[in-house]
């Protein structure tokens, strides 16, 4: 396993893979891996001949106020871990190397970014599509993979993909759970000891919106209330949003007709975390 700087060095690398005729995974991170990152490797390894490991804190995606500087880093942490679980190659660029003096041409999308995390964070998704859209062109997978816990960056991808007629199969890997339930996220490190138990109510209104789903419930506004409910009894607790929406638009919907997904996001302290469940999966 390896660790490369500059476009240049990763499609070398590739070019001798392909010249061997093997085939080639790519997961995408922003980096300070944890297990859940490790799931995506593990199908990665499993499913293709070798991966690649993008580790690179994309400056594109954040907005002015959120976290970009304080967004955790270690890189030989990750590389422990990479090598680890099967990876052969980390790309972990500058972002001088990704965005070049001048670089002024973007990927975005409509409608699927208009909901959910697109409403909070406006600049978010088109600087996920330019990044993700550049891995792709500079990797040229087989396949690629992302954590569906962020769901509607998957569904971003997915539509992406699919609009522009890239040849990359796009996989979806189930969340990764601390055992107290707890969604894995590199953002759980700025949680205080209270934070950290507070938290907890963001894994808790989603077991209890699927277990409602699994009961029969299909009124939307019966299931959301009740995991509204439960959040804003935690003091340290903050809605940013708990919607249904379908799973093909992201649109919000009133009951239960369609496959749907469940997402929430909640500030504990000043953190931002984010939670979810697909009706189908219940």
Not at 109 to 135: A, D, I, N
Not at 208 to 236: Q, T, W, Y
Request: glycine share 6%; hydrophobic share 40%; aromatic share 6%.
């Amino acid at each position: 396993m390896k660790i490369v700087k500059t476009i240049a060095e990763v499609r070398a690398q590739v070019k001798e893979w392909r010249a061997q005729g093997l085939t080639v995974g790519l997961v995408p991170t922003m980096g300070y891996l944890h297990e859940g990152h490790a799931s995506l490797i593990d199908a990665s390894h499993r499913d293709n001949d070798r991966t690649v490991v993008s580790d690179f804190v994309n400056p594109m995606q954040f907005g002015p106020t959120e976290d970009l500087e304080s967004y955790p880093r270690d890189i030989d942490h990750d590389a422990a871990l990479v090598e680890a679980h099967g990876g052969d190659l980390i790309f972990n660029p500058e972002p001088s190397e990704m965005y070049h003096e001048g670089f002024s041409s973007f990927v975005d999308m409509t409608v699927l970014t208009q909901e959910l995390c697109g409403l909070s964070r406006p600049v978010h998704f088109r600087g996920v599509c330019t990044v993700v859209s550049k891995l792709f062109n500079i990797v040229k997978p087989d396949r690629a993979y992302f954590g569906k816990k962020d769901a509607q960056q998957l569904a971003v991808i997915r539509h992406m993909v699919d609009d522009l007629n890239m040849d990359i199969e796009i996989i979806g890997c189930p969340i990764v759970r601390e055992s107290d339930g707890l969604a894995k996220s590199s953002r759980n490190t700025y949680l205080n000891e209270a934070e950290r138990k507070a938290a907890l109510v963001l894994s808790q209104a989603v077991f209890l919106g699927a277990n409602m789903v699994r009961n029969g419930e299909k009124d939307c506004s019966v299931i959301l209330d009740a995991m509204k409910a439960h959040i804003s009894a935690e003091p340290l607790a903050k809605i940013d949003y708990v919607k249904m929406v379908d799973c093909a638009t992201m649109q919000q919907i009133p009951e239960l007709d369609r496959p749907a997904l469940c997402a929430i996001a909640v500030y504990i302290g000043k953190t931002r975390l984010i939670d979810n469940f697909f009706t189908e999966d219940v």
